[in-house]
């Protein structure tokens, strides 16, 4: 089929070259050809993102959903007037399926500015294909400082990566560890004394 101008025989072509047969009662294949030659069209994921507990109920159709598990991070510490104490932990981030748990812990509050030569320890992850620790939500890092002393930053939450083989119906139970706060003051603000949230990303196709 040929098109009598310009625009219809660059229309024609797109079509075509898709592997379909020009039909003109149809005017949705310039549509379908386009969005069948996007790079992986089919296969681009859906995401739904998780900041706070919650439950993902599975589908018709969907066999696999990965999950992404990222721990808070812990909260910076100055108690400027205390030796050996630490701020707020960052709260673990799981998800659960079918009584298997992935674990993203969050990491530990940082140390008073006195005692600031001991590292927060960063949050471990279990249960995941892929289990990191302290490449989570980041620690509190603020820059309170007591007799040239800087308070002990917090430490990184941890991250998990795991592809659960799912049927309909199925229920994945999410919990979301919130970032640790700081002793620094009591809201969070923009210089970095709290630990960053947790969270959770599901994917699937």
């Not at 989570?136 to 400082?145: D, E, M, R, V």
């Not at 999410?174 to 969070?188: H, L, M």
């Amino acid at each position: 089929m040929q098109g009598s101008k310009p625009v219809e025989c660059e229309v024609l072509n797109v079509i075509q070259a898709a592997g379909i047969w020009p039909d003109c009662d149809d005017k949705t294949q310039l549509l379908q050809a386009i969005t069948s030659m996007l790079p992986d069209a089919q296969g681009l994921p859906v995401r739904q993102y998780f900041t706070a507990d919650g439950q993902y109920t599975v589908p018709e159709n969907v066999a696999k959903v990965r999950v992404t598990v990222v721990g808070g991070g812990g909260g910076l510490n100055a108690l400027l007037n205390d030796v050996d104490k630490q701020s707020e932990n960052g709260g673990a981030s799981s998800v659960t399926c079918n009584g298997v748990t992935i674990l993203a812990e969050g990491g530990r509050g940082g140390w008073s500015a006195l005692t600031n030569s001991v590292a927060a320890a960063h949050g471990d992850a279990s249960g995941g294909d892929v289990n990191l620790t302290g490449q989570g939500a980041p620690g509190g890092h603020g820059n309170t400082t007591f007799s040239g002393l800087t308070g002990g930053a917090g430490g990184n939450g941890a991250l998990a990566i795991k592809e659960f083989d799912v049927q309909v119906a199925d229920v994945l139970d999410i919990v979301v560890g919130a970032g640790g706060q700081s002793d620094v003051n009591t809201q969070k603000n923009p210089s970095g004394n709290f630990g960053g949230n947790g969270y959770v990303i599901l994917e699937w196709v």
